[in-house]
């Protein structure tokens, strides 16, 4: 069955510090890979997508993710974090054959010191 | 203002009283859906559907019923609440699948 493994349910971090989020998939073909924020009491918001194309792409605030096919993961990462990056953090696929469905992971809680 | 919009934002009812939860987008998005966020468990979808008059079941569409009749409205049915549908929903547009989400804020129930 199609899945998605986000493996740390809290991190922390302090700010100044690199992050790395780590998604993994379980899923026959390539799917359309995302990653949402939320932060707290708040709906969420696309911090970026992967169709095709350069495995390296950049998104909003500063994020950047890498998929690699061969890992079957799309890491996240930002070099310098800021306290208002403080939120939950959910990798999403799009199914790419045969259906229209998502799958969310579990999220990760990022927590930042000062 | 390009949005989604949900009401209510929050309920309580009693197991077994029939409820809606409204979901509208005005940026006239084929592709909707409903999740339900619970902790531990992320987001889980219910059903999506891909245009008008075109639903499908997602992960957990048990208890839950849909209907897109007009694109810009896709309403969430529970025919007969019970206590394990306690949630946060979320119904969310895109403009056609693959593409982001637009999600709404959210409306929370309690099904006592």
């Known amino acids: 069955a199609q899945s998605v493994t986000q493996p740390d349910i809290h991190i922390t971090v302090s700010e100044g510090a690199s992050l790395e989020l780590r998604c993994n998939y379980s899923?026959?073909?390539?799917?359309?890979l995302f990653w949402y924020v939320q932060s707290p009491g708040q709906g969420l918001q696309l911090l970026l997508k992967?169709?095709?194309?350069?495995?390296l792409v950049q998104g909003i605030k500063g994020f950047e993710a890498e998929f690699k096919r061969s890992q079957s993961s799309f890491n996240l990462r930002k070099p310098s974090v800021h306290w208002s990056d403080a939120a939950e953090y959910f990798c999403?696929?799009?199914?790419?054959?045969?259906?229209?469905?998502?799958?969310f992971g579990t999220g990760t809680r990022l927590k930042v010191l000062a | 203002e390009a949005q989604v919009t949900q009401n209510p934002r929050y309920l309580i009812t009693v197991t077994g009283k029939k409820l809606t939860v409204t979901c509208s987008q005005n940026?006239?998005?084929?592709?909707m859906s409903w999740y339900r966020q619970d902790p531990g468990l992320g987001l889980r979808q219910i059903y999506y559907?891909?245009?008008?008059?075109?639903?499908d079941k997602g992960d957990v569409p048990e208890g839950y019923k849909v209907s897109r009749k007009e694109k810009r409205n896709f309403p969430l049915i529970l025919e007969s609440p019970s206590p394990n549908q306690t949630s946060l929903y979320f119904c969310?547009?895109?403009?056609?699948?693959?593409?982001?989400?637009?999600f709404g804020p959210g409306t929370r129930l309690l099904v006592l």
């Open positions: 559907s891909m245009n008008v008059e075109v639903t």
């Open positions: 999403a696929v799009g199914l790419t054959s045969g259906t229209y469905k998502y799958i």
């Open positions: 899923y026959g073909a390539t799917p359309y």
């Open positions: 940026m006239n998005h084929e592709y």
């Open positions: 992967y169709f095709s194309g350069d495995t």
């Open positions: 969310a547009s895109s403009l056609s699948y693959g593409r982001a989400w637009y």
